[in-house]
């Protein structure tokens, strides 16, 4: 390729992408290129030109935020955190910040700090869907089940159609031995996907909760109608036969799901079955 038809080009570039042929860019130009390497997953060299926009614009609220990313990116959580604040401190109104500055403090186990950012992300935009799910996790995840529930209660309503929601919820309702309610939102997560193979799981699970074992049994077979291979719906299936006081077949439950390395199963089946040299195979009744 000749030199000129390489001028013609950088001339060409350099002309649609807006950045000076200026040998030294600006600060924006640095952002714009640090830009196009964070698409490209050049995540050191996205670092080098916002480092550089920064050098010559110390308040560029945007190549911070630019640059935060790119840390977060590369996994380095504490650089990562260090320039979502400096970018918070210039634009101390923006939920966006403050849900990414959250991610990064989930990524370093601050429970308490993400749940604080996300709070602030939740004050400044009230319909932020993901901050509000991500909140009501992090409240499940430290057994606060009542705000969890109110947080995936407010995400329902402004998402209704979302199986999510519904599922999060009825599992802490779940927790929350509010079973009904529970119910309530496992049933609806299944109107809104038959194939929520979970959904069915958890709902036979409510059921044994509730002592409604023949119930339950209903639901892990529908379970296991979409998955073949969970071990889980049969060692649950197990359960409720143990309770009710059917024997053998719980011990071909526990088989089953044996036999698909569930631990639990393996456990009840080693336990009380297995002496017993039970060969039945289960199916459904």
């Not at 807006?18 to 714009?32: F, L, M, R």
């Not at 109608?225 to 077949?249: C, F, P, R, S």
Request: net charge neutral; proline share 2%.
């Amino acid at each position: 390729m000749s030199i000129q038809l390489l001028n013609i080009l950088l001339l060409y570039f350099l002309t649609f992408t807006g950045i000076s042929s200026d040998p030294t860019p600006t600060a924006e130009e640095y952002v714009k290129l640090g830009r196009i390497k964070l698409e490209a997953k050049d995540y050191s060299g996205a670092i080098e030109d916002f480092s550089s926009a920064i050098a010559l614009k110390s308040d560029y609220a945007i190549a911070y935020f630019r640059r935060a990313s790119a840390y977060y990116l590369k996994n380095d959580y504490h650089k990562a955190l260090n320039d979502y604040t400096s970018y918070i401190q210039l634009k101390p109104e923006d939920a966006n910040a403050y849900y990414n500055r959250a991610m990064v403090y989930k990524q370093l186990n601050n429970a308490p700090k993400a749940i604080h950012d996300l709070s602030l992300c939740i004050y400044f935009d009230k319909e932020f869907t993901q901050a509000l799910m991500k909140r009501g996790n992090l409240y499940f995840e430290a057994t606060k089940y009542d705000s969890a529930v109110q947080d995936y209660t407010q995400y329902i309503l402004l998402k209704p159609d979302s199986e999510k929601g519904y599922y999060n919820r009825g599992n802490s309702y779940k927790r929350l031995k509010q079973f009904e309610l529970a119910m309530g939102d496992f049933n609806h997560v299944i109107e809104l996907n038959p194939k929520f193979q979970q959904a069915y799981i958890n709902t036979g699970s409510t059921l044994a909760d509730m002592g409604r074992y023949e119930e339950s049994i209903i639901f892990f077979n529908k379970a296991i109608e979409l998955d073949k291979n969970d071990g889980e719906a049969y060692y649950n299936i197990g359960v409720a036969y143990n309770n009710m006081g059917e024997k053998d077949d719980a011990c071909t439950c526990w088989k089953k799901a044996a036999e698909l390395n569930q631990k639990d199963g393996m456990s009840m089946y080693q336990s009380k079955c297995s002496k017993a040299g039970f060969t039945k195979k289960y199916s459904q009744k």
